[in-house]
């Protein structure tokens, strides 16, 4: 299942808008591409923050990962069902569906990547 078709749409640049801004890396994001499995273990920079700040940053992060993820299932979606032309919008709705609970995949509510024809 991970060797499924490349994205076709570039994943845009994250972060503000703000032209001055500097991103400092912070390690602790580790991802295993093979399994699809992914963790976060912060620094004691991090740790060491003001909650203020803590919850400043990930706002952003979460911001940022929710856009990411949108973009993942909007894909997933698509190659899932691309096959399925015969099929009315709501049982390819279904079809996926059923694919994401069998992979244990939350669908965020009000998705409607399916309804539309791309």
Same mark, same amino acid.
């Given at each position: 299942?991970?060797?499924?078709?490349?994205?076709?749409?570039?994943?845009?640049?994250?972060? $503000?808008?703000? %032209?001055? !801004?500097?991103?400092?890396?912070?390690? *602790? @994001?580790? &991802?295993?591409?093979? +399994?699809?499995?992914?963790?976060?273990?912060?620094?004691?920079?991090?740790?060491?923050?003001?909650?203020?700040?803590?919850?400043?940053?990930?706002?952003?992060?979460?911001?940022?990962?929710?856009?990411?993820?949108?973009?993942?299932? $909007?894909?997933? %979606?698509? !190659?899932?069902?691309?096959?399925?032309? *015969? @099929?009315? &919008?709501?049982?390819? +709705?279904?079809?996926?569906?059923?694919?994401?609970?069998?992979?244990?995949?939350?669908?965020?509510?009000?998705?409607?990547?399916?309804?539309?024809?791309?």
């Amino acid at each position: 299942m991970k060797d499924l078709a490349p994205s076709v749409a570039p994943m845009r640049h994250t972060g $503000t808008s703000d %032209a001055d !801004e500097f991103q400092l890396p912070l390690s *602790g @994001l580790y &991802a295993d591409l093979e +399994l699809g499995r992914g963790s976060i273990r912060l620094t004691s920079d991090f740790l060491a923050c003001s909650s203020l700040v803590k919850l400043e940053l990930l706002r952003d992060w979460q911001r940022s990962l929710a856009r990411y993820r949108h973009e993942a299932m $909007t894909q997933f %979606a698509k !190659e899932l069902t691309g096959g399925t032309e *015969g @099929l009315a &919008a709501g049982e390819r +709705l279904a079809m996926f569906r059923t694919a994401c609970e069998t992979l244990h995949i939350e669908v965020p509510t009000g998705f409607d990547a399916l309804t539309t024809e791309s």
